[in-house]
Nanobody, 124 residues
Framework: QVQLVESGGGLVQAGGSLRLSCAAS????????MGWFRQAPGKEREFVAG????????DYADSVKGRFTISRDNAKNTVYLQMNSLEPEDTAVYYC?????????????????WGQGTQVTVSS
């Protein structure tokens, strides 16, 4: 069973950058498409970015396009989320998740493995 552990969250001023990492245990990481989601207080969990098994395909929520970049290193069993030009509206708990689907998935219910989340707070 794959387990996911996020790191890299923290407090940053608006306009700043953070890089989140999600380390996966187990030897099946390259067979999993990966996604980043976020959940702000009182809001539903929402898709942020997704990447295919090989890393050849990516998708982003409109709200983060041009600011966030998802990437993965299958040799290190790790997926990353580079977040630039952060805005207070990006404040949330960020989760990485894994799906065995062969295609990128945008909805949380398609993901079967979740990390514990890491808090990102952007001050104005």
């Amino acid at each position: 069973q794959v387990q996911l552990v996020e790191s890299g969250g923290g407090l940053v001023q608006a306009g700043g950058s953070l890089r989140l990492s999600c380390a996966a245990s187990g030897r099946t990481f390259s067979s999993l498409a990966m996604g980043w989601f976020r959940q702000a207080p009182g809001k539903e969990r929402e898709f942020v970015a997704g990447i295919s098994r090989s890393g050849s395909r990516e998708d982003y929520a409109d709200s983060v396009k041009g600011r966030f970049t998802i990437s993965r290193d299958n040799a290190k069993n790790t997926v990353y989320l580079q977040m630039n030009s952060l805005e207070p509206e990006d404040t949330a708990v960020y989760y990485c998740a894994a799906t065995p689907s062969s295609t990128l998935q945008l909805v949380p219910r398609m993901y079967i493995i979740w990390g514990q989340g890491t808090q990102v707070t952007v001050s104005s």
